[in-house]
């Protein structure tokens, strides 16, 4: 069987690329195909990257706290480039710290992500899920 291909990214203005890297290799070595568009990544970069590959999945990253703003839309737009069965994941500082994080989880659910990840969530959790929703 084909490995699976997930694009991962730090979506928007966001230039933090250490965690982004950690995830990169956590994913390759979990055996995965991993195509890293890297930091200050539009919604339209991540797109056209699964598009070209033919990938499976969307990691969007965000830490410098305008994750919600950034990530509006994108499953609008993923359906409108023909990728409506592309699982879409988010993790990061995406929602404000002083509200309760299950009213985050919920709008980014409602924006259309198949999973939301709190900050601090080990990449482990993800790798378990993404296992998960491929029925690997």
């Given at each position: 069987?084909?490995?699976?291909?997930i694009?991962?990214?730090?979506?928007?203005?966001d230039?933090?690329?250490?965690?982004?890297?950690?995830?990169?290799?956590?994913?390759?070595?979990?055996?995965?195909?991993?195509?890293?568009?890297?930091?200050?990544?539009?919604?339209?970069?991540?797109?056209?990257?699964?598009?070209?590959?033919?990938?499976?999945?969307?990691?969007?990253?965000?830490?410098?706290?305008?994750?919600?703003?950034?990530?509006?839309?994108i499953?609008?737009?993923?359906?409108?480039?023909?990728?409506?069965?592309?699982?879409?994941?988010?993790?990061?500082?995406?929602?404000?710290?002083?509200?309760?994080?299950?009213?985050?989880?919920?709008?980014?659910?409602?924006?259309?992500?198949?999973?939301?990840?709190?900050?601090?969530?080990?990449?482990?959790?993800?790798?378990?899920?993404?296992?998960?929703?491929?029925?690997?």
């Amino acid at each position: 069987m084909a490995k699976k291909k997930i694009v991962i990214g730090v979506i928007g203005s966001d230039c933090h690329t250490v965690g982004n890297k950690i995830i990169h290799n956590k994913l390759e070595e979990s055996g995965f195909d991993v195509v890293n568009i890297g930091a200050l990544s539009p919604q339209i970069d991540f797109i056209n990257a699964a598009l070209e590959t033919n990938s499976d999945a969307i990691i969007v990253s965000s830490i410098y706290g305008y994750g919600e703003l950034d990530c509006q839309g994108i499953r609008e737009k993923c359906n409108e480039y023909g990728l409506k069965d592309i699982l879409l994941y988010v993790g990061g500082n995406i929602g404000s710290s002083s509200e309760d994080w299950e009213k985050t989880e919920k709008r980014f659910k409602e924006m259309g992500f198949d999973r939301i990840y709190k900050p601090g969530t080990p990449i482990e959790e993800t790798i378990i899920d993404l296992k998960k929703d491929f029925q690997l």
